[in-house]
């Protein structure tokens, strides 16, 4: 699947929306709604590599960011090299373990803050006991109840801040958690939140790549096709949707458009 995504609109809004709906045989109204959500956006997934071509060199020859790639070019966040305990050394970033390893700070590209939500909603079984006044007066008062099932559902919504960091060496990016991480890698700095301890993560990162571009536009909700997840048993049954994937997409694109000069966008 090819994706073609919008990193930097140098015209109004109005102005593109316009132009992509001719290219796409979609409407203005449409096309506005997904870059008026903040870039990059995805304009068009699609099998066929023609299309995708043609849509990248319209917007690249009206002046604007794009860029164009496989799915497949996408390493899903579970897949990178995660950061659950790390130790800044001198020149590198390391993670102990058969999955770590080491990162130089002259390596990282960008470092990618980023908000990952996951919705579930479960369905489950619920029995009570309910008063029967038929049922007591048939057994003359011994029993006065009967079990009633009836299905109950909860909600639930949870976010957890990411960070992705790409490399200029395009070997796997690394992603830190906010929750899951052990942060003892902070040493005397270590506060008593997570959220202070990854902020307090990035700082340092910072500091020791300046170089490296840092973007926080993935911690704002961002439409697209989530992954949609089934489980249950005989009582209860749970569907969870989570914005991981479209997150990872859109954080790849980013890295791209530093590569291929179309970033910052400008909004």
Known sequence: MH??????????????????????????????????????????TTADAGSAAALLAGLRARGQGAVSFEGSEVIASDD??????????GDALTVAGPRGGRLDYADVLALVR?????????????????????????????????SVTR????????????????????????????????????????????AQNFMAVIQRLRERAPHAVYDERLMKPRSGPAVVSRSGGTHSSAVSTS????????????????VEGCWPPIE
């Open 114 to 146: 980023a908000m990952h939500r996951t919705s579930t909603q479960t369905v489950g079984r619920v029995a009570e006991k309910k008063l029967s006044v038929g049922r007591a007066i048939l057994t003359g008062g011994l029993v006065a109840s009967k």
């Open 243 to 258: 914005t991981a994937n479209i997150t990872d997409l859109l954080a790849h694109a980013i890295a791209r458009a530093i």
């Open 80 to 89: 990178m090299v995660s950061m659950k305990s790390f130790a800044f050394e």
């Open 3 to 44: 994706v073609v995504v919008v990193t930097r609109i140098t015209t109004s809004i109005d102005h593109e929306s316009a132009a992509l709906a001719a290219a796409l045989g979609t409407t203005a109204y449409e096309e506005r709604l997904r870059l008026v959500a903040g870039l990059p956006a995805i304009v068009l």
């Open 151 to 194: 299905e109950e559902t909860t909600s639930a919504h949870e976010r957890d801040q990411v960070l992705y960091m790409f490399r200029q060496s395009g070997e796997t990016p690394w992603l830190m958690r906010e929750r899951g991480t052990n942060y003892a890698g902070l040493g005397a700095t270590l506060a008593p939140a997570s």
